[in-house]
């Protein structure tokens, strides 16, 4: 008898079929991969000759020599002149391994207040600009590009946020970035590295600010939200350098910087020479009346102002901008340097191309409608299923703030909701008073406008069941 890893080769179990999808050699391939994975070719082991298993196949050696020289390559085998060639020494049999798993969570109703329409995601006109990017793309474009991003798109944002926004964009101080988070982050180390220890933010606002700003080793001071907006008068007591606001559409309560805070604001941020930074995280989402223009635009050297694609398209393209007052751009642009070399680049001229086509209008345009309808739907579907409980969010955006009837705590309506494969989120995240009202944050971005009742009915039946 002989030893696979003797003078004999051993007969290779390998099926091909000649009408099949894959090429010849990518069947053997294929095969001599999964059995040296599996451990039925064990290292060390001799395999035919390409002579040999052509003729034994009936295809013609050349295919046999790329599919060995393909595995050679991978390392799963190992060719020498004038020796025979053998399953690699190195090769180990894959034990079992549970599968990677994923952090983020999914719910089958997904009524987290982020979430856009991600079905509505224009994935052909994407397409077409990601065709045109590549098609376009110069050999050097290949290369490490500025760090700031692709002075086409630089060029694209400075006339779209001027044109919707009002803002006052320069694109030598614009740098893209892996959305808000990036930028933010960015931002709040470069103002520790100038020696600032706290940064003013919303109370109630949005959790990924407190995060980033403790993450980045300074002190977030919680300034009250009002109807109209953030409360500027207490603002101006504390003593941070800095405040993060999303005055066109405050995070979590809905309501509009007015026009007397966003003065009041300006006048401190000047008379104290302070740094104001603008979250748009939905600026062109606005249905139910005139848009409200960035601050940015009255002042761009004092604030500083940070946009991103996550609402506008999709969260997973992972892009954001941000314009920067001048004596910051010089600096976020050496640390988005140092942090990842820049942003990826065919993305980058993908929605170069998109905004130029007037694709973004176009979709933002129709989103508007959508999420109008949506809202629409979402509150009579309240009305029906929870009469008990209040609505506190303001006017616009794709989820309303929902006050939970007496007796029904955040907590146990979330995980009760979770387990009916609903997504929600507490009030509570996104605030620091432990105490007030019990809260939920009910999104209606994400999901199919008829799924919409479904949904609310699923949440007054987890409510019911929580009530104490
Ligand atoms: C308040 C707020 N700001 C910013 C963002 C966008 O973050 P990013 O661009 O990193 O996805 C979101 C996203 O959901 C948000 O809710």
New binding site residues.
Partial sequence: MSNSTGPVAPRLLIEIDRGGELTLHEQIEGSLRAQIQAGLLAAGTRLPSTRGLAAELRISRGVVTEAYGQLAAEGYLSISRGAPVRVAATVRRQSPRPPARSLTDTFRYDMR???PDLAAFPAHQWLRSVRAALTLARIDDLAYPDPRGRPELREALADYLGRVRGAAAEPEHTVIT??????FSLLCRALASHGITSVAIEDP??H??RLIIERSGLTPVPIPVDEEGIVVSVLADCDAAAVVL?PAHQ?PTGAVLSPRRRAQLIQWAESEECLIIE?D??GELRHDAAAVGALQGLAPERVLY?G????RLA?AL?I?WMLAPSSLAWPLSESKAIEDGGAEVIGQLALTDFIRRGELDRHLRRMRLAYSRKRRRLRGALARHMPSARLISAGSGIFELLQLPAGVQETDLIAAAASRGLGCEGLQLHRFATDGPQCVLIGCGALPEPAIDHAIRLLSEASRQVTR
């Avoid at 892996?178 to 930028?183: R, S």
């Fill in positions: 207040p982020s979430l892996t959305g808000f988070m990036q930028a606002g949005a990924v600010h999303s995070f979250d995280w939905d940070i991103s694609a996550s609402l969260p992972r954001g």
